[in-house]
């Protein structure tokens, strides 16, 4: 089987500024990429490369098995993104914007259903997204991005704003045990390592660190916040 | 098809829950129509003078239709998790081009009672069946329009700036081609026959412009 993510010498730039540089890494299917980096390290223009929003400027990416961004439409529908914004519509509500994503993913609406049901947001599912707290706003933004079952799922911060048992609620979808690969940006090191199996820490754009779990320590990863 | 049917209708609701678009643009209208009113100090219009106020006022509101056409994709994610749908992206073109062809249809179904009570001379009704098609084409000139400068509005800071400014030049051809096919059934001694080749001139500028449209709009939403 084709790994999830192969990356050689992927750079992206914005105008002169180079956010992302000489990115080379591999993970394999049902594996966890945690990525760390201080705020504009390129965490998330990685992450939006890797969800075929970004095109990359240098080197080769391949996704599922398919080259990007040539490739980007056959891998679309099978990326589950989990961004910052929940990528919801804050005057529908929770099933209505849930709905909308089933239709455009081709997705039965009773998983819907089930899926507010596991998050427990069923009784809360007709208000509208503004009106809820951004915990059960991000809870609505897991189930749309698990909606149709994605074989990597892209999470930018995914327990951000969740209490333990919305956490909880969510690990079946989005969880180490899930089953799609994942990309998982995280500021909390000791958790985002214990999740990991392979570790890739970014500095000014570049990969200071890109190591199996076992071959970093929790210290190297906070040396990457050092001023 | 069944993708263009789930767009409309989310921004339909949209559209519903926070009437954003069309009771700014029909009170926009009422107020153009009114200051024409003063501004010419005439009480009532005919021929070419009403048919160009009409349309120059239903062009600048659809420049407010245009203007908040994408807003909710931009401001909310609409775009990113389109992108990452696995659809047609055209799909959103078609679906956002008859949005605005129905808040335009809106707006006129309460504007153009205003403008002939506040404005114009002779009766509209004697008009009406011949007034629709050029209503109707004309939308559909600006909504092509529209959707194509409001998606590449959108993705800069102008937005309020860039869409005047590209949509008003573009869709001259429109305003010029409906006010010739509008003036002669606003005559001041009862409507006369609609001009036959305004309207052609409407329906192939449609065509070309929509199939241009179709052509470009993937590029748009590129990175």
């Known amino acids: 089987m084709a790994p999830a993510i192969e990356l050689e010498d992927v750079g992206r730039a914005y105008g002169e500024r180079t956010a992302l540089a000489g990115v080379t890494l591999a993970l394999e299917p049902g594996r966890t990429l945690a990525v760390f980096g201080a705020n504009g390290a390129g965490k998330t223009t990685l992450l939006r490369i890797l969800a075929t929003l970004l095109k990359p400027h240098a080197g080769r990416a391949r996704v599922l098995g ?41 997705v039965e609406e009773a998983r819907v259903e089930a899926l507010l049901d596991q998050v427990g947001l069923l009784a809360r599912g007709d208000e509208p997204v503004r009106t809820l707290s951004r915990g059960m706003a991000q809870r609505v933004a897991i189930c749309r991005c698990s909606l149709h079952e994605p074989e990597l799922l892209l999470l930018d911060e995914p327990l951000a704003n969740l209490d333990p048992g919305a956490a909880e609620a969510v690990a079946p979808l989005i969880g180490r045990d899930a089953g799609p690969a994942r990309v998982v940006i995280s500021h909390d090191v000791a958790h985002g390592l214990d999740e990991a199996d392979v570790v890739l820490g970014l500095r000014k754009g570049r990969a200071a660190i890109v190591a199996a779990r076992g071959d970093v320590t929790e210290a190297d990863v906070r040396g990457l916040y050092a001023a | 098809m069944s993708t263009v049917g789930a767009l409309v209708r989310k921004d339909l609701r949209l559209e519903l829950r926070t009437r954003e678009s069309v009771p700014s643009m029909f009170l926009f209208s009422l107020s153009t129509f009114v200051l024409f009113r003063f501004g010419l100090d005439r009480e009532t219009l005919s021929g070419d003078l009403a048919s160009g106020v009409l349309w120059v006022t239903l062009l600048f509101a659809a420049v407010l239709g245009m203007n908040r056409l994408f807003v909710a994709e931009r401001e909310e994610g609409g775009f990113d998790a389109f992108l990452l749908a696995p659809v047609d992206r055209t799909a959103l073109f078609v679906a956002k081009a008859a949005v ?45 329009i529209g959707t194509l400068v409001g998606a590449l509005a959108i993705q800069t800071r102008a937005r309020d700036l860039i869409v005047p400014l590209i949509s008003l030049p573009l869709v001259l051809p429109v305003v010029i081609a409906a006010g010739h096919a509008t003036a002669p059934l606003f005559a001041e001694a009862g409507a006369e026959a609609l001009p036959g080749r305004w309207l052609g001139v409407l329906g192939l500028y449609d065509l070309v412009f929509g199939l241009l449209a179709l052509a470009v709009f993937d590029f748009l939403l590129e990175d």
Do not use: C, K, M, T
């Open chain 1, 66 to 106: 398919r080259d990007l961004p040539e490739d980007g439409w056959a891998v679309r529908g099978r990326i589950g993104l989990l961004a910052h914004d929940p990528l919801l519509y804050r005057e529908l509500s929770a099933r209505e914007n849930l709905r909308f994503h089933a239709r455009l993913h081709g």
């Open chain 2, 100 to 144: 605005l062809f129905g808040f335009l249809v809106a707006v006129e179904i309460a504007a153009i009672p205003a403008f002939a009570v506040l404005l114009l001379g002779p009766s509209p009704l004697q008009a009406l069946p011949e007034l629709l098609p050029v209503l109707l084409l004309a939308d559909a000139g600006i909504a092509i």
